[in-house]
């Protein structure tokens, strides 16, 4: 379907609902560096929660990539009270609408929707802007689903926003109702399907699809494989005080983690590298990439620095056996580190050192001891920090031009994998939109059938063709075909594909995109990539059996950083 029918057919069947430093300051903050699909919009509020459909998809994209009040049409409550949500045929992200708006087309005009969270998408600071990100999610699900209790609810996230989509399902799924039945947020079996593309909070070891039958395989209601075998992903999220189960969640949930993306597969016994992540989750990492270690920057590093070294001494001071535990000060500044630590809040037992161990002596008689637990415990749990420096660990999560790992979600299939995990994604989605539309409760005795699947494979690999934005061209003849212009590393690029020609000229005028200024490069990825939204300027050609065209593309803005 043309971009202009999927639009057309969206506002005609609805005018519906629809959604640190990590680099040196090293893993987490390039791991989540995406940049958005912004749009200058008629801000004319357009939906409201009362219009209900079958299935509602939450989406969360990436950091820099939310819809914004005043250039965004925004979602209306249910008293006409404007709502941090924008429907996805008015907020596009690239990397993220290839799964959302799967579904769309293959159910009833009306029965499905997907909507964007706003949210601060940024990084200064980290914690706040997923705590709020967090609030948003569950302020608009609890508003639809209050007006529309039959709508069953899907959510989806990736990068920064995954993280905010582990919170929530997190919490959706281990409410527990009040004395009338009610939840806080949703029931947590109105929640039919989750999907985490880089999951910061995965444990090491969880398979893709937590708490299902078969984790390795394919989620409980779905039978359709993910992948041959039982691997999971080695290492763990770069935020592990974020993990958990998801309660009566679990087999719901889609947790996708690319070999190599740091913000999902981080190695074991790298604690100085997250003690840097904590830091860097309370840092202005924002105003550090813009303006370097300035006075005010610097100010504002020391005051985070200061704040978690005096919660550490207060922690020890608590303890009145500390000298003759364990633990090592690296572990403490670990745990006050973290922006979820409250002190006192999970008091923790001591244990008694085992070369010397005497109630009778002074705490200074156990310093030999801890000095070399604390020598042993620094070379023991650092084990990994200095191969992952020695990777690069910036360029190999978020490489330029979408090379980096935090981007294969969207060309992952291989060894063993039919399908790309964004595509898998897709499917899945689709298959619960057509079961919500079909009124059945999606349960683990629950399989799709051939059409079912057939139908979200052509959703999956077709999704990219509707929502393409606009880009001003102009052509010429030639043999050669050139393909997208490289980002520089601090903005996000869409995986550069290889495909098989098309014809665009009759896209729809769009928003205005902001993009980097880019640097041409040649880059090719394998062809059954699925090609997700842009917001960069791409080459579309046109071609007979024997020539093709290459097309020279103008950004409609001037690029910002």
């Known amino acids: 379907m043309a971009l202009r029918e999927f639009i057309a057919r969206h506002r005609l069947a609805s005018a519906v609902v629809a959604p640190a430093t990590l680099g040196v300051v090293a893993i987490v903050a390039a791991s989540f560096a995406l940049t958005s699909t912004s749009q200058t919009a008629d801000t004319q509020l357009r939906a409201s929660v009362t219009e209900c459909h079958d299935m509602v998809t939450i989406s969360v994209a990436g950091r820099r990539d939310t819809p914004v009040e005043g250039t965004t049409k925004l979602l209306v409550g249910a ?73 069953k609810f899907s959510i989806v996230g990736y990068s ?13 799924g281990h409410q527990t109702p009040d004395q009338n039945g009610a939840y806080g947020v949703v029931d947590p079996a109105d929640v039919v399907g989750v999907v985490i593309l880089a999951d ?10 937590p708490g299902a039958k078969d984790p390795y395989s394919n989620p409980d209601g779905f039978d359709q494989k993910y ?54 989750r309370q840092l202005n990492v924002d105003a550090l990439e813009r303006d370097g270690l300035t006075p005010a920057t610097g100010q504002d590093v020391a005051v985070v620095l200061g704040r978690i070294a005096l919660a550490a001494f207060a922690d020890i001071q608590s303890q009145p056996n500390w000298m003759q535990s364990n633990e090592t000060f690296l572990q403490v500044l670990l745990r006050v580190s973290d922006p979820e630590y409250k002190p006192g809040q999970t ?14 002596m002074s705490p200074l008689a156990y310093l030999p001891q801890k000095v070399f637990n604390e020598i042993v415990g620094l070379i023991v749990t650092n084990q990994n920090t200095i191969p992952v420096i020695m990777s690069d660990p910036y360029q190999l999560t978020l490489g330029p031009n979408a090379t980096g790992h935090h981007f294969d979600y969207w060309r992952d299939a291989a060894d063993g994998k039919p399908l790309t995990s964004a595509e898998y994604a897709a499917a899945w989605l689709t298959h619960l939109a057509q079961q919500a539309q079909a009124g059945k409760t999606v349960d683990t005795s629950a399989k799709p059938t051939p059409a079912d699947l057939a139908a979200a494979y052509q959703a999956a690999s077709s999704t990219t063709k509707t929502s393409e934005p606009t880009k001003t061209t102009t052509t010429s003849p030639t043999t050669t075909t050139s393909t997208s212009p490289a980002k520089s590393p601090a903005a996000s690029a869409q995986p550069t594909t290889t495909t098989p020609p098309t014809t665009t000229s009759n896209a729809p005028t769009t928003p205005q995109v902001t993009t980097t200024p880019p640097a041409p490069t040649s880059v090719t990825t394998p062809a059954q990539t699925t090609k997700p939204t842009t917001t960069e300027p791409t080459t579309t050609t046109t071609t007979t059996t024997t020539t093709t065209t290459t097309q020279s593309a103008t950004p409609t803005t001037t690029a910002t950083r």
């Not at 997907?114 to 608009?140: L, R, S």
């Open 79 to 151: 008293n006409g009270e404007e709502l941090p949500a924008a429907l996805s045929d008015d907020y596009h992200s690239q990397w993220v609408d290839p799964v959302v708006n799967a579904p769309a087309d293959n159910v009833d005009p009306g029965s499905y929707a997907a909507v964007y969270i706003a949210y601060p998408a940024n990084m200064a600071t980290y914690e706040d802007a997923v705590n709020a990100g967090v609030a948003n999610t569950e302020q608009v699900m609890r508003e639809i689903s209050q007006a529309c209790p039959d709508t």
């Open 160 to 172: 920064e926003g995954a993280d905010v989509v582990r919170r929530v399902a997190m919490t959706v």
């Open 200 to 209: 910061a909070g995965r444990s090491a070891g969880d398979g893709p699809f």
């Open 227 to 280: 992948q041959s075998g039982t691997k999971a992903v080695a290492g763990q999220g770069a935020l592990p005080g974020t993990s958990g189960d998801f309660g009566a969640l679990n087999g719901k949930i889609a947790s996708f983690c690319s070999d190599g993306d740091l913000t999902c597969s981080a190695p074991q016994n790298i604690s100085l590298l997250q003690l840097v992540v904590n830091v860097g």
């Open 347 to 360: 008091p923790k037992p001591t244990t008694q050192a085992t070369a010397i161990a005497t109630n009778d």
